[in-house]
């Protein structure tokens, strides 16, 4: 079976790099999509980018200037790096599947909350 | 980017009641539409996909319909399970977009 799960710190400084690491078992991330989507408080969700098996990427373009999606086929790894992050990224951030380009996600980390704050 | 307004915000149900749940686009997204089920502390479940297609393992008693801008939702029989937050989302057109969510109680 497909498991994912994100690691990454909990507290992040204004202006600083939030990173995020999504560890997948059970499938490799040579083959699908795979994606991150973020929760605010309130309910909101927003799709950030993904990362295909070829490895080339998407981004929200609401982030572009700040998101980079990469990858470590050898530990089957995928990472987000969000640059210059405020309070308003304070979210729970998810790694999710997605069987092609146009599917919606079947398989989803448990999350993990980032909150952003000196 | 598409606009995903979900209907309503919050509906509490009984045992057994069919409850149904809105979500409009702000343009014709052909169908590109999942349903996903969000319970306290736990990730989205994929419920429906293609607007109207069962994912797998989930419950008979969930259905999605429509076509254009406008969909839905349908819980044919309200179980205690049930209760949870249910988001849509069009996957026609990047950046993929959400609807605002729609919290569900048993009565």
């Known amino acids: 079976e497909v498991q994912l799960q994100e690691s990454g710190p909990g507290l992040v400084k204004p202006s600083q790099s939030l990173s995020l690491t999504c560890s997948v078992t059970g499938y490799s991330i040579t083959s699908n999509y795979w994606g991150w989507i973020r929760k605010f408080p309130g309910n909101k969700m927003e799709w950030m980018g993904y990362?295909?098996?070829?490895?080339?990427?998407s981004y929200n373009p609401s982030l572009k200037s700040r998101i980079s999606i990469t990858r470590d086929t050898s530990k089957n790894q995928f990472f987000l790096q969000l640059n210059s992050v405020t309070t308003e990224d304070t979210a729970t951030y998810y790694c999710a599947r997605s069987l092609t380009v146009a599917t919606p996600f079947d398989y989803w980390g448990q999350g993990v909350m980032v909150t952003v704050s000196s | 980017d598409i606009q995903m307004t979900q209907s309503p915000a919050s509906l509490s149900a009984s045992l057994g009641e069919t409850v149904t749940i809105q979500c409009r686009a702000s343009?014709?997204?052909?169908?590109?539409l999942a349903w996903y089920q969000q319970k306290p502390g736990k990730s989205p479940q994929l419920l429906i996909y293609?607007?109207?297609s069962l994912q797998d393992g989930v419950p008979s008693r969930f259905s999605g319909s429509g076509s254009g801008t406008q969909y839905s939702l349908k819980i044919s029989s309200m179980q205690t399970e049930d209760e949870g937050v249910y988001f849509c989302q069009q996957g026609l057109k990047y950046p993929f977009t959400f609807g605002s969510g729609t919290k569900l109680e048993i009565k």
């Open positions: 343009e014709d997204i052909y169908s590109g």
């Open positions: 293609g607007a109207s």
């Open positions: 990362i295909s098996y070829s490895g080339s990427t």
